[in-house]
């Protein structure tokens, strides 16, 4: 496979499910994000990682948690979560942090439907 | 703070047609602008971006957009429009610190045969 692979494609969960969205990518990026896209809301900024470090926590509450155990893979943790919280959630990866120049690359998405 | 207003949510046009997306941004210094599409079901795919240089980019798919710092603006520009572009449009801004973009709400094109 290449580029930003996002697995599962498609998410129904209860509000006291637990579940995990994983994304890979194959590219040899040192950098991972999750966004939240939400209906009639721009993209937001969850998480950054660069080099399995978490640099950025946006103000996203805790029933979503990161984990990112190697460069190549980032999991969004979820549990308890609320109706809102219904959307389709990017992960992205960027061959370096700290060039504002570099490109991300997203993935197709993952539909998560809480209900 | 910086900010990403793409003034235009929907916007149809026919087959063959020109278009153009507006795009106006707010940022301090030298902006790092980008235009993104994404299909329906599918991730965001980058049109084109803008660093420096020359204020007239070429992206892919025939895609251009010119930066004006005098009016804050990218513009995304194609023209001849092929049933195929119909997707939604985003434009984002590299914003300081660290690679972190910020985008606009998105522009949803439609193109009537």
């Known amino acids: 496979e290449t580029g930003v692979t996002q697995t599962p494609r498609h998410l129904v969960m209860g509000m006291t499910n637990k579940k995990s969205l994983k994304c890979e990518q194959h590219?040899?990026?040192?950098?991972m994000y999750w966004y939240k896209q939400s209906a009639k809301k721009p993209l937001e900024l969850m998480f950054v990682?660069?080099?399995?470090?978490?640099?950025e926590n946006n103000s996203v509450p805790s029933r979503f948690s990161p984990e990112c155990p190697n460069s190549s893979h980032l999991f969004l943790h979820l549990h308890t979560l609320q109706p809102e919280d219904s959307a389709l959630y990017l992960c992205?990866?960027?061959?370096?942090?700290?060039?504002?120049?570099?490109?991300?690359?997203f993935g197709p998405g993952t539909r998560l439907t809480v209900l | 703070a910086q900010s990403v207003t793409q003034p235009d949510i929907h916007i149809t046009v026919s087959e063959g047609a020109s278009l153009e997306l507006r795009c106006n941004y707010s940022?301090?210094?030298?902006?790092?602008l980008f235009w993104y599409v994404q299909s329906p079901g599918q991730g965001l795919q980058l049109l084109l971006k803008y660093f420096s240089g020359d204020t007239l980019v070429q992206g892919i798919k025939g895609f251009e957009a010119e930066f004006k710092r005098s009016q804050s603006s990218f513009n995304l520009r194609k023209p001849s429009v092929h049933w195929s572009d119909a997707a939604e449009y985003f434009c984002?801004?590299?914003?300081?610190?660290?690679?972190?973009?910020?985008f606009g709400a998105g522009t949803r094109l439609a193109v009537h045969p």
């Open positions: 990682y660069s080099l399995e470090e978490r640099v």
């Open positions: 940022y301090g210094a030298t902006p790092y």
């Open positions: 590219l040899g990026h040192n950098a």
């Open positions: 984002a801004v590299g914003a300081s610190g660290y690679n972190k973009l910020i």
């Open positions: 992205a990866s960027s061959q370096e942090l700290s060039a504002r120049t570099d490109t991300q690359y």
